[in-house]
């Protein structure tokens, strides 16, 4: 058995998928595919147009846009093909079909189709069905790449890191935000980017309220508030709430995490499908893009060892975990979890009851990707030891 | 041609009023003859009013009243847009129906529902007992008591149907004219001059009120009476595909007096949609869904099929039934006024309207429109947007939509069809484009670059 005779596809060319094709061929795997359904790969920070990006994996701070040209580049230098403009309808341990029925072999397959935000239907939020509903992954892109006008003036709903940046977006683009709306007792992001955005534009956020109704006909008019307040807008934009683009995963029959809705995986990112593996935020919905990429480095070792002939891991479920924690899915450098309510405790990974292991104590906040530098033993259960 | 600014004193031989399923099906149909035909529609295109929010499903016409101008028209506009709509490019799939009993007293409705059946010279539904409905549908919940098999039933695209209609007619040379709304009329001794919102007018020797919501409104224009409208909304929900594998056919409920209940079924475009809910409110316009009737579906949605429930929900919609305080449609005419009314369409619309229009010829015949047939007859093409046909992104082509797998190429086209796409909805109800599980979240910037339309056009 020899790397070099062996082919893997990689189905995503966002930073997990360019990083785990990168270091696959520098690994020695000898073809390498990486199948993009977008004109250009490079996945969500090809419309992030802000900085922040790049620093676990590239060790500096850029910008989206040039985050995303930089890991084509990358790539294409270890000799990675790229197809773009190309869409995988299935894929199976021994390759992928693509949309005109053309069916591609490999010996083992790499999901990285990552995450988007639930539109305002999946929400199911009631009222008129007017013009000027957005997510925030498309008012970026019409802002970054169309530079189109959205809107004037915008409620957000949510208030997780992404509705910061949301606002931001809509601030360059022209567009005033009159309010931030979250179910929660406060808002979810780092105080920091707060200020930067929602204190710095004086924007009221209005908590433990969620939208009743969407008002307008033709436009957006308003949106009334479950505490009966109204506001007026011509813009909604609902931000985060992730679901990650699991259909490839789910049509090919991997387990799946209930709650989380990724593909369950091992700690060295094996499905429950033999020759699938899956990374990114398909599987941690949703975290930074250099944990994404960080995955895709380490991704590259495990999808070797089985082309060398390894063995593919037998039970491969989601983590076990007990409330207020909602999900845990194992990363490059650890596990990511999340909790429902905003706590303080320390997290603790038990097996049979047993703790094998117990965090610091921390502040755990809801809404977010919450990671943690340690990994969780085959079997063990996380918990959350409440208590100052 | 398709969309002339007129002030036309020249008379139409036939104007129609309403350019839904049913309006578009009578020009089409007229447009067959050889006569001077305007199809005159309020909203920016054709199909906007109710024919594009229904449960899009091709009745047999099995439950219909037996002896009613409804039972009649269903039937006979089941065979006929069954057999039209493969031709033209019309999406229809034959998943059949299972009725489903959830207690006794249902149960023991059953036998009276298939006489009803037989009595409509429906004659294929066979009644059959829990194990065998479960055997049909093994992911229906706990607590059938009994089913019946209608095996004819059939999915059809909603959206192509009026479509597919007007672009025959126009091609045809009907006029169409939208952004037209009947405001009033002045019926004379041969001419009916018909005035539009805009100041417009057009004159008329035959009018078809096809105007749907508002059909009362127009019978009382030519001073005629006999129904009013109160809108009976039904709000739905619409699942993600990957919900599709949970069903093989229409699940549908016993029906009451008031509705055909709440049912489940599969569409053509390979998602499952749950509803409708049934309620009777003023508001002709009020196409909003509500918090009640979100919830109230969800709940009857857990009980048919419990797994439905976890899937994502890709759309959300309400569409209101012109439901009168008759219990059957109310189709007329008018000799002197030199009218055709097809009012109080109610829920089944859809089904019943080429033989609606089959209808509004005959009456408009006996009231004196002589017709003498075209020499030839252009006929049409749509592209299929159903899954059960090859579509074009599977031979290539670039992948604009990649929810809905729409490509550059269809979206191009529908902007610069005979009848076009003028907006995001007409585009959506032409290609599928932005109709899916993301709702633009991937595609939206892209299909506005397309187009070139603002993003709230
Ligand atoms: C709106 C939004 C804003 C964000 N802002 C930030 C931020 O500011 N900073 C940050 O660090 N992170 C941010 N994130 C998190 C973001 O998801 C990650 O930055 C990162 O892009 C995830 O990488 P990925 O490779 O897992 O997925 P993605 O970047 O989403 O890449 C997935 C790729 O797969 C492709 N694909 C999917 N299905 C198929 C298929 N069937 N065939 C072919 N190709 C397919 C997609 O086109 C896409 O290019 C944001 C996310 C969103 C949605
Ligand atoms: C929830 C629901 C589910 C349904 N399910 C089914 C089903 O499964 N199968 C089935 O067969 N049927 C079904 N129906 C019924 C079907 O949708 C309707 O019967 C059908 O669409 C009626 O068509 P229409 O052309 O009469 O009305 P519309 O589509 O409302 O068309 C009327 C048109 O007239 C125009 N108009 C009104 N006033 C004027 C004016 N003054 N001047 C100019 N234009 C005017 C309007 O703008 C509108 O476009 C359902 C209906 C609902 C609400």
Redesign the pocket.
């Known amino acids: 058995m020899n790397l070099a005779d062996r082919t893997v596809i990689v189905v995503g060319g966002g930073p997990s998928g360019l990083s785990a094709a990168a270091t696959m061929r520098n690994a020695g795997i000898g073809r390498v595919v990486v199948v993009e359904r977008e004109r250009q790969a490079g996945g969500i920070p090809r419309h992030t147009d802000h900085l922040g990006f790049a620093i676990r994996d590239l060790r500096r701070v850029m910008s989206g846009p040039r985050y995303a040209s930089r890991l084509v580049d990358i790539a294409a230098r270890s000799g990675v093909e790229l197809l773009t403009e190309t869409t995988v309808t299935d894929v199976s341990g021994t390759g992928v079909t693509l949309a005109d029925g053309t069916a591609i072999h490999a010996d083992s397959v790499v999901l990285a189709t990552g995450v988007r935000e639930r539109p305002r239907a999946a929400r199911l939020v009631p009222g008129d069905r007017p013009a000027g509903v957005f997510t925030t992954g498309s008012i970026q892109q019409l802002t970054a790449l169309h530079h189109r006008q959205v809107g004037r003036r915008a409620v957000i709903v949510g208030a997780e890191h992404v509705s910061f940046s949301a606002m931001s977006t809509l601030r360059h683009g022209g567009c005033e935000t009159a309010a931030m709306v979250t179910s929660l007792p406060r808002h979810q992001t780092y105080a920091v980017l707060r200020m930067a955005t929602a204190t710095r534009y004086r924007v009221p956020i209005h908590t433990e309220v969620d939208v009743a109704e969407i008002v307008g006909r033709r436009r957006v008019e308003a949106v009334i508030l479950t505490d009966g307040s109204r506001i007026t807008c011509d813009t909604v934009v609902f931000t985060g709430d992730w679901i990650p683009d699991h259909e490839l995963a789910r049509r090919c029959g991997t387990g799946m995490d209930r709650v989380s809705r990724s593909p369950a995986i091992s700690a060295s990112f094996e499905t429950s499908r033999p020759g699938v593996f899956a990374i990114g935020n398909l599987v941690h919905p949703a975290e930074t893009a250099d944990l994404c990429a960080l995955d895709g480095r380490v991704v590259a070792p495990s999808v070797a060892r089985w082309l060398m002939g390894g063995l593919w891991p037998h039970a491969v479920a989601p983590l076990a975990v007990e409330p207020p924690i909602v999900w845990a899915a194992p990363t490059a450098v650890g596990v990511t979890l999340r909790v429902a309510e905003f706590v303080t405790g320390r997290l603790q990974a038990s097996v049979n009851e047993t703790p094998v292991w117990t965090q610091r104590r921390q502040r755990f906040v809801p809404n977010r990707a919450i990671h943690i530098s340690q990994t969780v033993p085959v079997g063990a259960s996380l918990s959350l030891v409440r208590g100052r | 041609m398709a969309h002339v600014a007129t002030d036309r004193i020249e008379p139409f031989d036939v104007v129609v009023?309403?350019?839904?399923?049913?309006?578009?099906?009578v020009a089409r149909l007229l447009s067959h003859y050889d006569l001077t035909i305007a199809l005159?529609?309020?909203?920016p295109d054709?199909?906007?009013?109710?024919?594009?929010?229904?449960?899009?499903?091709?009745?047999t016409g099995f439950d219909a009243p037996p002896g009613s101008v409804e039972a009649r028209l269903?039937a006979r506009?089941y065979a006929l847009l069954r057999d039209y709509a493969p031709t033209v490019g019309i999406s229809i799939e034959q998943t059949g129906a299972v009725l489903v009993a959830w207690d006794d007293e249902q149960a023991s409705t059953l036998t009276t529902l298939r006489n009803k059946a037989q009595a409509n010279g429906y004659m294929s539904a066979e009644i059959i007992d829990p194990v065998e409905v479960y055997a049909l549908e093994s992911h229906l919940g706990p607590g059938v008591t009994g089913g019946m098999v209608v095996p004819d039933e059939h999915l059809?695209d909603?959206w192509s149907t009026?479509i597919a209609f007007a672009t025959e007619a126009v091609a045809n040379g009907c006029v169409l004219l939208t952004n037209?709304?009947?405001?009033a009329c002045d019926s004379g001794d041969e001419i009916t001059m018909?005035h539009?919102?805009d100041g417009r007018r057009i004159a008329a020797r035959f009018v078809v009120n096809?105007?749907?919501?508002?059909?009362d409104?127009?019978h009382r224009?030519f001073g005629l009476d006999g129904y009013t409208i109160r809108p009976?909304?039904?709000?739905?929900i619409v699942f993600d595909k990957l919900a599709r594998p949970l069903l093989q056919r229409t699940i549908l409920p016993v029906p009451t007096a008031h509705t055909?209940g709440v049912?489940v079924?599969p569409t053509v475009f390979g998602n499952v949609m749950l509803?409708?809910?049934?309620d009777d409110i003023d508001d002709r316009t009020a196409t909003g869904s509500t918090r009640d009737g979100l919830d109230g579906l969800l709940a009857k949605g857990r009980r048919i099929i419990p797994a439905l429930i976890d899937e994502e929900v890709t759309a959300v919609y309400?569409?209101?039934?012109?439901a009168t305080e008759h219990s059957d449609y109310q189709v007329s005419d008018d000799a002197a006024l030199r009218y055709v009314g097809?009012g109080g369409?109610?829920?089944?619309?859809?089904?019943?309207?080429m033989a609606?229009a089959e209808e509004a010829l005959a009456r408009l015949q006996s009231i004196g429109l002589t017709v003498v047939d075209r020499e030839t007859i252009v006929s049409i093409g749509l592209q299929p947007l159903g899954e059960a046909t090859l579509r074009p992104y599977q031979t290539g082509g670039r992948i604009v939509c990649h929810c809905e797998r729409v490509t550059a190429d269809e979206i191009t086209a529908a902007c610069a069809a005979a009848v076009p796409a003028r907006d995001f909805d007409g585009l959506r109800r032409r290609t599928r484009a932005l109709a899916g599980r993301c709702q633009g979240f991937y595609c939206l910037a892209e299909v506005c670059a397309l187009t070139g339309w603002p993003v709230d056009r």
Not at chain 2, 17 to 25: C, D, I, L, P, T
Not at chain 2, 275 to 278: E, I, L, R, S
Not at chain 2, 318 to 322: D, P
């Open positions: 009023v309403g350019a839904g399923v049913v309006g578009s099906a005159v529609e309020a909203g054709v199909g906007t009013g109710t024919s594009k929010a229904n449960t899009a499903i091709l009745h269903v506009g059809i909603p009026p037209a709304q009947v405001v018909l539009i919102v096809a105007a749907g919501l508002h059909g409104t127009l224009m009976r909304r039904g709000e739905l055909k049912l079924a509803g409708p809910t049934a309400a569409g209101l039934r012109a097809l369409i109610r829920s089944t619309g859809l089904t019943a309207s609606l």
